[in-house]
């Protein structure tokens, strides 16, 4: 194909063999060659001395030009004037960049992070020698098996012959294009193996990008926001298993949704930091856990369908505008944790599938690459380019963004090859098993990159199956991550809680055993949106009784929670007692406030969490049997648990009472290990948490009758359906 045809149609694999400058000192001709569709007259400039070089004529007639020019030394950056039926203008030849364009790929397979720092549009200086340097944009992409790559956007009109791409020979495509600023709109045009043209694909590594229509990739400098959470960022180091965590759980275009009359759809990034900040503060909550922010193409995916992972969704705001919300959190000593998703991708035109007319992101064979649950494509976590890809994203938001924490959406799908298969319809490994070798080994990297390169943060695995040592580290055969979600726990005791009282002592086993395995993992313990969706009613509607007993049974619930070790993390709406299912497409109902019920129920979980945060004893061995004695675990009769947690030095001693009937039990005996008084720090039949306010014991003097099997005990008033919290203050 002759070039003019080929530049024509946009199918021009190595532009710089063709067009920029080529210099032959033997005989000092230098000569320009330039594809300029809209010029009509080209004339070239010596940009160091200002001074006309010549003009570039015509080759066959086409807006291919060239030009030989006898000079002792080329210039060290030119320029060109171009003239056209609607003016003139001044270009920087975009193809005399050659070397700073392979920069990219220089160092793209030594470390994960140079993903990020190399590909996708990163702007740069370049030093040429001139006064001041040239501002520019150097676009990367990785497109192994495309024919011809184009750089299209606001610049060139979309038009795909203007800035053909240079393949390289490790797949990527590479060009540095001079006066392209922040702010710029771009996309890639694609031509397959045989030439066929794709839909325009988003930056894989975009920093920004436009909502529907369009999905606009958008060229972001990532240097300009300052930030002032440097405090923050060391006490974070702090060893966060012997740290109180308790995570408010938030989807953000539904936490709450601009009034009326506003023309706005969703709350900005600095209006939510504006108001959710000093939620988070009354409430005590110690971090928020948002649902993926990553750019997503589908508001009823929630952000589990994400295109753009390197991009915070647009809907919101600007990357800086997340970057202050998430700095703003840290100043007021609020951790920032985000879903993240690498298990699987959606379909859409604009994104990954398929991306140069080849599976480079996903398995080729549908038994592995094609997710039935979800419709959408997995990862192929055996390409190193894929793999690199995804960690490089875990590290970007630590590092870019200063998050605290990913917790790693859909880890089981990950590990299992046969997850939600019918048999046949999955490939067996190498060992004729189930388990992806592939994408465990990805996750150990990762876990193993995050940690080592950012000791503020950590990772946690909604992993719901028993695959073993998901939250040890990799040196002792684990996964790596810091926690995994307790879903065991969130299943069998949300099961029982939904039982009619009367029923319950023949569940008994379903609220005790999550103790047998409770110290397997580091354990955070979930009510997710997951629980409160798709038709499994809302907290409040799972528990049974009259409207008095629902609240009541909640509130006994949320203090079993937080006297059960492991981490805590509850959904938005939880902590109010909304009646109704979460709607992505609604605010929480914040007007139940304005009832005491309500605001009952809200007063207890943040009571909860002021208690969990003030006492080390709640909190300190989590993750360890010495903090945890069980006082009664077999009273099924009465339906009543009674246990005990320790602080590390085990002088901070709390007991909690449970009963989970409407029966209420008047000197209700409970063993204790010490002699001395006991004090009542919290009682969830209070009456401004809505309760019965039964009357019951402020303070307890232990006696030396034993009970339980312990050597003392204590006569404490028992309200029906309720959680006491019990200090022994010696």
Known sequence: ?????????????????????????????????????????????????????????????????????????????????????????????????????????????????????????????????????????????????????????????????????????????????????????????????????????????????????????????????????????????????????????????????????????????????????????????????????????????????????????????????????????????????????PAHFPEDGHGLARFDGTHVYEYEDPRKGWHPDWNSCIYDFGKDTVRQFLVANALFWVDKYHIDGLRVDAVASMLYLDYSRDEGDWIPNVDGGNHNFEAISFLQWMNTEVYEKFPHAMTIAEESTSFPKVSRPVSEGGLGFGFKWNMGWMHDSLHYIAKDPSYRRYHHNEITFSMVYAFDESFVLPISHDEVVHGKGSLLRKMPGDEWQQAANLRAYAGFMYAHPGKKLNFMGNEIGQAAEWNHDSSVNWHLLEFEKHQGIQNLYRDLNKAYRKYPALYELDHSHEGFEWIDHGNAEQSILSVLRKSTDAKQKIYVLINFTPVPYENFTLGVQDEGVYELILNSDDKKYWGGAHKTNKKMQATSEPWNDQPYSVNVNLPSLACLFILFKG
Not at 178 to 205: C, T
Not at 301 to 317: E, H, I, K, M, T
């Open 1 to 341: 194909m002759q070039l003019e045809q080929a530049l024509k149609q946009a199918k021009c694999t190595f532009p710089f063999t063709h067009l920029g400058a080529h210099f032959q000192p033997s005989n000092s001709i230098f000569t320009i060659t330039t594809w300029l569709p809209n010029a009509e007259k080209v004339n070239v400039i010596d940009l160091a001395s200002g001074k006309p070089l010549g003009s570039l004529k015509k080759v066959n007639g086409s807006h291919l030009f060239r030009g030989e020019f006898n000079v002792k030394q080329a210039p060290q950056v030119y320029a060109f004037e171009v003239a056209n039926t609607q003016g003139q203008y001044q270009v920087v030849d975009p193809y005399q960049f050659q070397e700073q364009a392979y920069h990219a790929v220089h160092f793209i397979d030594h470390s994960a992070q140079n993903v990020y720092q190399q590909l996708g549009a990163q702007l740069i200086n370049l030093d040429v020698g001139l006064e001041a340097p040239i501002q520019a944009t150097r676009f990367a992409v990785f497109a192994p098996n495309a024919s011809a790559v184009s750089l299209i956007g606001e610049f060139n009109y979309w038009d795909g012959s203007c800035l053909p791409m240079q393949k390289t020979d490790f797949g990527y495509w590479v060009l540095v294009v001079p006066g392209i600023e922040a702010g710029a709109k771009y996309k890639y045009q694609i031509k397959d193996a045989a030439g066929n043209e794709l839909p325009h694909k988003a930056d894989p590594v975009g920093f920004y990008a436009e909502q529907y229509p369009s999905h606009t990739s958008v060229v972001y400098d990532h240097q300009q926001y300052q930030w002032k959470d440097k405090a923050w960022l060391k006490k974070a180091k702090n060893n966060k298993y012997h740290q109180p965590m308790s995570i408010y759980e938030l989807h953000l275009a539904s936490w709450k949704r601009p009034s009326a009359d506003s023309a706005e759809t969703y709350l900005s990034y600095r209006e939510l930091a504006e108001q959710i900040i000093p939620y988070i503060k009354h409430m005590g909550y110690t971090h928020i856990e948002l649902l993926p922010v990553s750019e997503f193409p589908f508001d009823g995916s929630w952000g589990y369908q994400p295109v753009g992972l390197f991009a915070p969704s647009s809907r919101f705001g600007t990357p800086d505008d997340f970057k202050f919300f998430v700095d703003q959190c840290h100043q007021n000593n609020i951790g920032v944790i985000i879903d993240w998703v």
